[in-house]
């Protein structure tokens, strides 16, 4: 399985578990894209910045919205009790 089709596999069984969070009209990722990146954050076990080069370098494509570094950051630690669903 390569690394595309996991992060694939990944997003579609959290977007599944997350169908009843609505998105903010001001957000530009949807609650089941921050969940997802929170967990590939987690799986990855680097630090933040590392991270963050890696996902845009690698995987940008695949989330098109992603916002910059720190707000990115922001976000996962705000939303961290999605994870748990």
């Excluded at 954050?41 to 940008?60: E, Q």
Aim: proline letters at 8%; glycine letters at 4%; charged letters at 25%.
């Amino acid at each position: 399985m390569s690394t595309v089709e996991f992060i694939t596999a990944l997003f579609c069984e959290v977007d599944d578990r997350l169908t009843g969070l609505p998105k903010h009209p001001e957000a530009r990722l949807w609650p089941s894209e921050v969940v997802t990146l929170g967990l590939l954050h987690a799986l990855k076990g680097v630090g933040n910045r590392p991270f963050y080069r890696w996902l845009t370098r690698d995987y940008r494509p695949l989330f098109p919205r992603l916002p910059e570094r720190t707000r990115l950051f922001r976000l996962l630690k705000t939303h961290q009790d999605w994870t748990q669903v």
